[in-house]
Nanobody, 124 residues
Framework: QVTLVESGGGLVQPGASLRLSCETS????????MGWFRQPPGKEREFVAAIGWTEDHIVYPDDRKGRFTISRDNAKNTVYLQMDNLRPEDTADYYCAAREDLYGSMWESMYDYWGQGTQVTVSS
């Protein structure tokens, strides 16, 4: 069993930055591929970013490249999501997910474990 705890969400103005963190426990973190997803109000959950065992394997959706950066610190059992130049449409609950595989995935069904989420609100 893997436990994931997200943190770092909050209320920010458009153009601001936030860094979300997701700390894991229960399995060797270096053998977990990680993903970030988000669910805007009233919408379905969508893929944000994924990272494999190493930062050599990173995936973003095409419309979010450049503003969001996923990274991991295996010594801290933590995956991060750096979000820059935030827009109101980035408002959502952000979730991290883990899978016991070399590669991350853009598909929710490929993940075995999920965190409870952290809320991000972008508003002036």
């Amino acid at each position: 069993q893997v436990t994931l705890v997200e943190s770092g969400g909050g209320l920010v103005q458009p153009g601001a930055s936030l860094r979300l963190s997701c700390e894991t426990s229960g399995r060797p973190f270096s053998r977990l591929a990680m993903g970030w997803f988000r669910q805007p109000p009233g919408k379905e959950r969508e893929f944000v970013a994924a990272i494999g065992w190493t930062e050599d394997h990173i995936v973003y959706p095409d419309d979010r490249k450049g503003r969001f950066t996923i990274s991991r610190d295996n010594a801290k059992n933590t995956v991060y999501l750096q979000m820059d130049n935030l827009r109101p449409e980035d408002t959502a609950d952000y979730y991290c997910a883990a899978r016991e595989d070399l590669y991350g995935s853009m598909w929710e069904s490929m993940y075995d474990y999920w965190g409870q989420g952290t809320q991000v609100t972008v508003s002036s």
